[in-house]
Nanobody, 122 residues
Framework: VQLQAFGGGLVQPGESLRLSCAAS????????IGWFRQAPGKERKAVSC????????YYADSVQGRFTISRDRAGNRMYLKMNSLKPEDPAVYYC????????????????WGQGTQVTVSS
């Protein structure tokens, strides 16, 4: 069981990035998925989650309307499309899967990716 996140990088404010997370050893479509981020010196926080049961989504207020979570069941991957990136978005972004409301309590996460760095700077 493994998750591998990639797609981070350095962008200017207002630009976009798409993070990807590839799952191996299990079928991602059976699980709830989520993206979290951790900035230096701060706690890890939930960014967005997608429930497998009904497709319902959660977005943190700070990213609502700018970020979109999705999954590709055939490719066994999950994504986070980030538009209009702001100076407050830089962090290490982690993907996670589990069964339950991950964004409410990451206790429900059973697998984590290794993280990918997002930097926003002009």
């Amino acid at each position: 069981v493994q998750l591998q996140a990639f797609g981070g990088g350095l962008v200017q404010p207002g630009e976009s990035l798409r993070l990807s997370c590839a799952a191996s050893g299990f079928t991602l479509g059976y699980f709830d998925i989520g993206w979290f981020r951790q900035a230096p010196g701060k706690e890890r926080k939930a960014v967005s989650c997608l429930a497998s049961s009904d497709g319902s989504t959660y977005y943190a207020d700070s990213v609502q309307g700018r970020f979109t979570i999705s999954r590709d069941r055939a490719g066994n991957r999950m994504y986070l499309k980030m538009n209009s990136l702001k100076p407050e978005d830089p962090a290490v972004y982690y993907c996670a899967t589990g069964q339950g409301p991950l964004c409410t309590d990451d206790y429900y996460a059973s697998a984590w990716g290794q993280g990918t760095q997002v930097t926003v700077s002009s």
